[in-house]
């Protein structure tokens, strides 16, 4: 069974940085695309970053670029998310998302807490 698990996250004052992980176990082959998604209380889910396998290509959210980065782990079908410049707005649910076959984001992870304080 495909499973999607996170970790990294964890408190963090302002300014300061976190890098999470998630690692599609399970699988045989490398993921069409994984990325992350966050969601703070009371908002919905925002796209935060995703990378394509196989080929470059990455895309950003407009509130995280510039200060995050998205990024593989050669040979494994693990994602980093390097957090810089975390802002109290950053606060959030950040789950891990794969699309396998190329047709969207449908598997996700049950999410980690990222919280920045002031």
């Known amino acids: 069974q495909v499973q999607l698990v996170e970790s990294g996250g964890g408190l963090v004052q302002a300014g300061g940085s976190l890098r999470l992980s998630c690692t599609a176990s399970g699988l045989s082959y490398f993921a069409f695309r994984m990325g992350w998604f966050r969601q703070a209380p009371g908002k919905g889910r925002e796209f935060v970053a995703g990378i394509r396998w196989g080929q470059t290509g990455t895309e950003y959210g407009d509130s995280v670029k510039g200060r995050f980065t998205i990024s593989r782990d050669g040979w494994e079908n693990t994602v980093l998310l390097q957090m810089n410049s975390l802002k109290p707005e950053d606060t959030a649910v950040y789950f891990c998302?794969?699309?396998?076959?190329?047709?969207?984001?449908?598997?996700w992870g049950v999410g980690t807490q990222v919280t920045v304080s002031s």
């Open positions: 998302a794969a699309d396998l076959l190329g047709g969207g984001y449908a598997l």
